[in-house]
């Protein structure tokens, strides 16, 4: 009788950021921890913990870390789905400062190559011609902390300039730049040594008639 109390006690259900976790290969994670080394000080809090930490605040869209670390302790009675325990936010805070990103860096591109693997051209298209679509966006920044992405008088920022190959619905190339970048001047950027035929979608931020000549000149069509 205790046995089947103990079970039902620690028997946990497959939650949503259970089944998205599952797809980050065990192995593959511990095979970086091992290269990086990043868990010999480490007794309670790994840095796989942190990872799921980072990894749920990314799905909830939280803004801080006193967000994310806010909703954990309104959760303490769920984290045991994820082997997680109670956990103060300084803590957190110290392991996310003192863990290498360039560890969660290698994860993010075998993760990429995994779902390139997956997701095959013949899925998604059945046109020869390759489509991609190319934007930008500002990120806000705290001009006090990030001095130098200067945007305006009592704002900092800096602009992420995208392409996204529509056929995989993946991003292949990625650019950053200061807030005050305009679209047209790094769009070449983002459009040099594609295929010919290829199809470029913009919108009118892009408006520039000697990068639309350089497309044509490519045998680039853009829409």
């Known amino acids: ?39 010999k000080w ?23 870390i006193r967000h994310l670390w806010t909703v954990l302790a309104c959760n303490q009675s769920k984290l045991y789905h994820l082997w997680l325990e109670t956990f ?7 392991w ?7 560890l969660f860096e290698k994860l993010f591109y075998r993760l990429l190559w995994q779902v390139a693997q997956i997701i095959t ?17 500002v990120i806000s920044l705290t ?10 008088k009592k704002k900092g920022a800096i602009k992420l300039h995208t392409r996204l190959n529509l ?16 679209d047209g001047k790094t769009a070449l950027m983002l459009t040099d040594w594609l295929d010919k035929w290829s199809i470029v979608i913009f919108d009118r931020g892009y408006l520039d008639y000697e990068y639309w000549h350089k497309l044509t000149t490519q045998w680039i069509t853009f829409v």
């Open 121 to 137: 051209e013949k899925q998604h298209c059945e046109a020869r011609n390759k489509v991609y679509a190319i934007d930008a966006t």
């Open 42 to 64: 480490k007794k309670k809090f790994s840095t796989r913990n942190t990872f799921q930490c980072l990894f749920i605040g990314q799905v909830l869209w939280c803004s801080s």
């Open 167 to 182: 056929w995989t619905a993946l991003p292949d190339m990625i650019c950053i730049t200061d807030g005050k970048k305009t």
């Open 88 to 94: 103060a936010r300084s803590t957190f805070s110290d």
């Open 143 to 152: 001009l006090s902390v990030f001095d130098r992405a200067y945007y305006r």
């Open 1 to 39: 009788m205790p046995f089947i109390l103990n079970t039902l006690m620690y028997t946990y259900t497959h939650t949503i950021c259970n089944e998205l976790l599952q797809l980050v290969n065990k192995w593959n994670f511990d095979h970086l921890l091992g290269q990086h080394n990043t868990d």
């Open 96 to 102: 996310i400062n003192k863990t290498d990103s360039s």
